[in-house]
């Protein structure tokens, strides 16, 4: 075992990216996430949370140094890499490929090389903590797109990654699967990082909260250290309670505090 000094499940050193050389989206970003952690990042939409996500498992290079655990994401260790984290894209359908969500969950475990049996065993587990039991057999094309939001989850989970990191994991979901996946995220034995618009099941789930503001890390804090702050959150386009009174001013009643 290493010492606790090197406990840093994923680091990120003055990361620079831009899609287009005079625009650029990363300014110098660093982090550091800790093994086991649950750790959110917000930011306004646009601030690049998804770009950086992209580059935890080298489907994007920016300069700079990203790692997972003590290995460099680079063209050597990519292979490694892309097992050690696996990505939730917001998108299922980048995530979801084969005629059938059983074989999309398949796919990662018999890659792995596990032998159909217990590939198959996997699949049920995974699609039952995910709330698709009963699902192998269904057409991803036929599914709600809160059904194939967990099914592309599943696809993830079913390889049993180090590092999951999540991209808007509860988008489109009704509010009881939110609630599900809090818990599914919560009871999860790995690091998680979770890229959220929803800055409620975010700041309930996650242990520490970055927010991602021009191109960089504004502030790291506790959920509540980043609940207080709303002129930061007012900045990132993210304060809630501003919501709550907009509503409020509209005559929405929503009951006592
Ligand atoms: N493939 C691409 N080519 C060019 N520009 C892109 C590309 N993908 C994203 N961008 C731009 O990069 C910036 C960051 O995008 P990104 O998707 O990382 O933002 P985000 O923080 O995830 O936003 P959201 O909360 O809306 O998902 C945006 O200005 C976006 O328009
Ligand atoms: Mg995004």
Redesign the pocket.
Same mark, same amino acid.
């Given at each position: 075992m290493s010492g606790t000094s090197r406990g840093a499940a994923v680091g990120i050193e003055d990361l620079v990216f831009g899609?287009?050389k005079d625009r650029p989206?990363l300014r110098g970003l660093s982090l550091e996430i800790e093994a086991g952690e649950r750790f959110g990042i917000l *930011?306004?939409? *646009?601030? *690049?949370?998804?770009?950086?996500l992209l580059h935890l498992n080298g489907l994007l290079r920016g300069e700079g140094r990203v790692r997972i655990g003590d290995e460099p994401v680079g063209p050597a260790t990519l292979a490694s890499v892309r097992r050690r984290v696996g990505l939730v894209f917001?998108d299922p359908d980048d995530q979801l490929f084969t005629p059938t969500i059983g074989e999309d969950v398949a796919f990662g475990p018999l890659n792995l090389g596990l032998g159909r049996e217990e590939a198959g065993r996997r699949v049920r587990d995974v699609l039952e903590r995910v709330g698709l039991a009963g699902f192998e057999r269904r057409n991803p094309h036929r599914l709600s797109l809160g059904e194939r939001k967990r099914a592309a989850l599943a696809t993830v989970l079913s390889m049993a990654p180090e590092v999951v990191a999540f991209d808007?994991p509860f988008s489109n979901l009704h509010p009881a699967l939110v609630e599900r996946l809090m818990g599914l995220i919560a009871g999860l034995d790995a690091t998680v990082i979770l890229?959220s618009?929803q800055i409620l099941p975010a700041l309930a789930v996650c242990d520490r909260i970055a927010v991602l503001l021009d191109g960089r890390i504004a502030r790291t804090g506790t959920p509540a250290e980043i609940a207080a702050d709303r002129a930061l959150l007012s900045a990132a386009g993210l304060d809630i309670r501003s919501t709550l009174e907009a509503a409020r001013r509209r005559g929405v009643d929503l009951g006592p505090e």
């Amino acid at each position: 075992m290493s010492g606790t000094s090197r406990g840093a499940a994923v680091g990120i050193e003055d990361l620079v990216f831009g899609y287009e050389k005079d625009r650029p989206i990363l300014r110098g970003l660093s982090l550091e996430i800790e093994a086991g952690e649950r750790f959110g990042i917000l *930011g306004p939409s *646009g601030a *690049g949370k998804s770009t950086l996500l992209l580059h935890l498992n080298g489907l994007l290079r920016g300069e700079g140094r990203v790692r997972i655990g003590d290995e460099p994401v680079g063209p050597a260790t990519l292979a490694s890499v892309r097992r050690r984290v696996g990505l939730v894209f917001e998108d299922p359908d980048d995530q979801l490929f084969t005629p059938t969500i059983g074989e999309d969950v398949a796919f990662g475990p018999l890659n792995l090389g596990l032998g159909r049996e217990e590939a198959g065993r996997r699949v049920r587990d995974v699609l039952e903590r995910v709330g698709l039991a009963g699902f192998e057999r269904r057409n991803p094309h036929r599914l709600s797109l809160g059904e194939r939001k967990r099914a592309a989850l599943a696809t993830v989970l079913s390889m049993a990654p180090e590092v999951v990191a999540f991209d808007e994991p509860f988008s489109n979901l009704h509010p009881a699967l939110v609630e599900r996946l809090m818990g599914l995220i919560a009871g999860l034995d790995a690091t998680v990082i979770l890229v959220s618009q929803q800055i409620l099941p975010a700041l309930a789930v996650c242990d520490r909260i970055a927010v991602l503001l021009d191109g960089r890390i504004a502030r790291t804090g506790t959920p509540a250290e980043i609940a207080a702050d709303r002129a930061l959150l007012s900045a990132a386009g993210l304060d809630i309670r501003s919501t709550l009174e907009a509503a409020r001013r509209r005559g929405v009643d929503l009951g006592p505090e």
